[in-house]
């Protein structure tokens, strides 16, 4: 009966396996942690999701004063976010090419300092390009005092180019508060 050799190649054929499930665990982790801006990069070429640009040009033609949009605010709050979050209005008409300002109102319902930030979402999809925020809360974090409360706006405009059969817009947003990386790490446990 012949034996194997375990000094020859065995130990060769697992290092080169080794090496190879190294390299493939550092591309998957290359893959997870480039996938988030990958996505966002995807949503503002093509409006998906309802993501728009924040570069988005600002429309300069006059208002088309014959035309009447209406305009839905939404709100939520992430599932673990301890958060009051609202529009003050939540509905109005607006005529397309011209520029408005309305506010939320948020509330840092914790007894600590808290920061969050919430994600906008523009629905119908195909409205997304035609939805321009030119200032938001949404560009940046927020941060909060302990039970902090306040009004935060979004200035907007609505091109004159949206398709004449798109009358209704939704503009919704969730609001999440921003864990440190200490704390996040500590709750996947």
């Given at each position: 009966m012949i034996e194997p050799n375990i000094e020859g190649p065995v130990p060769q054929s697992r290092a080169r396996l080794a090496g190879s499930l190294l390299v493939l665990a550092v591309a998957m982790f290359g893959f997870g942690y480039l996938l988030v801006p990958l996505y966002n990069i995807l949503c503002e070429i093509t409006g998906l999701n309802g993501k728009v640009s924040v570069e988005a040009?600002?429309?300069?033609?006059?208002?088309?004063?014959?035309?009447?949009?209406t305009i839905e605010f939404m709100s939520s709050v992430n599932a673990n976010g301890a958060w009051e979050f609202e529009p003050v209005v939540t509905k109005m008409?607006?005529?397309?090419?011209?520029?408005?300002?309305?506010?939320?109102m948020a509330r840092?319902?914790?007894?600590?300092?808290?920061?969050?930030?919430a994600v906008p979402s523009v629905a119908p999809g195909v409205a997304a390009r035609y939805f321009q925020k030119t200032e938001c809360f949404c560009f940046t974090e927020?941060?909060?005092?302990?039970?902090?409360?306040?009004?935060?706006p979004v200035t907007f405009i609505v091109d004159p180019e949206l398709?004449?059969?798109?009358?209704?817009?939704?503009?919704?947003?969730t609001?999440?508060?921003?864990?440190?990386?200490?704390?996040?790490?500590?709750t996947r446990d």
């Open positions: 040009a600002i429309v300069t033609e006059a208002p088309d004063m014959s035309r009447e949009v008409s607006v005529h397309p090419g011209k520029l408005y300002t309305i506010e939320y840092n319902m914790l007894e600590q300092p808290t920061t969050g930030q927020q941060a909060f005092e302990a039970t902090e409360k306040r009004l935060m398709p004449g059969d798109v009358e209704l817009i939704t503009l919704s947003y609001f999440f508060t921003k864990q440190p990386p200490a704390v996040a790490a500590n």
